[in-house]
């Protein structure tokens, strides 16, 4: 993989960057992508590859059947617990720690940059280590977490839920302003490890690309983005964006 001169120089000066992350990042970690959550077996009760991961994600599904949805939860916070930072994790930290206005937005769930060092994340979809209240009482990030017992909200009573956006829900509005804004103020735009087809985040680099910023794309594979970015560097992230940081700052 080799690495445009051109980009290196515009990186060097750059002054404010912004970097939206997905599934692939966390894949090199050894966590399975949303969508290839199963088949898994969790205290012999469920087989998940029994139902596509749609069908579990929705608040009618949580409404229908809370058990069964929670128990699908905490079998990926078990999962997403197992799991280490990587290379391209710990590169995204350095390019925050170098560059003076650097926003990450981020579609994962399980808080790897966080553990990684990364400050300031703005998660689109949530996050998978917390719990919120069903009727909207607020946010959690510690509970006791029962085998086969839901905990309940301790200001309404209601259940709780995983603090992650399921299908058919809005992404939250302030998460969601606050990338549009790093999109639209930024010179570099980075999208590493996204597939391109998810909305509205798919639209942050178009949106980056429109206001005069630099594209880079970083992936594995050619997607919907690919012929809108100045630069494509396929390849694993942990090995790309360890390169361009070494290359940028040796």
Not at 10 to 18: L, P, W
Not at 206 to 218: D, F, M, P, T
Request: charged share 20%.
């Amino acid at each position: 993989m080799q690495i445009p001169s051109t980009l290196i120089r515009t990186m060097r000066v750059a002054s404010n960057v912004s970097v939206l992350t997905g599934a692939g990042v966390s894949a090199e970690s050894g966590l399975q992508t949303f969508r290839n959550s199963g088949p898994e077996k969790l205290s012999g009760q469920a087989l998940w590859s029994q139902y596509r991961p749609e069908e579990l994600a929705t608040p009618e599904a949580f409404e229908r059947d809370p058990e069964l949805v929670w128990e699908f939860y905490a079998m990926r916070r078990l999962k997403a617990g197992e799991v280490k930072p990587n290379p391209g994790h710990f590169a995204l930290t350095e390019m925050g720690r170098r560059i003076p206005h650097f926003k990450l937005i981020t579609q994962n769930v399980d808080g790897l940059h966080q553990q990684a060092g990364s400050e300031g994340v703005i998660e689109l979809h949530g996050n998978i280590t917390r719990i919120k209240c069903s009727h909207g009482c607020g946010v959690l990030t510690e509970w006791e977490d029962k085998p086969g017992q839901i905990p309940c909200c301790p200001n309404c009573g209601a259940k709780l839920r995983p603090d992650v956006v399921w299908f058919g829900e809005m992404l939250p509005p302030m998460e969601l302003e606050l990338a549009m804004e790093a999109a639209q103020s930024c010179q570099v735009f980075l999208t590493v490890g996204t597939s391109g087809l998810v909305q509205p985040a798919a639209s942050l680099p178009l949106l980056a690309r429109q206001e005069g910023a630099v594209i880079v794309e970083v992936n594995t594979e050619v997607t919907p983005l690919t012929a809108s970015a100045h630069y494509f560097l396929q390849g694993r992230s942990g090995e790309v964006l360890s390169e361009l940081v070494r290359l940028i700052w040796e």
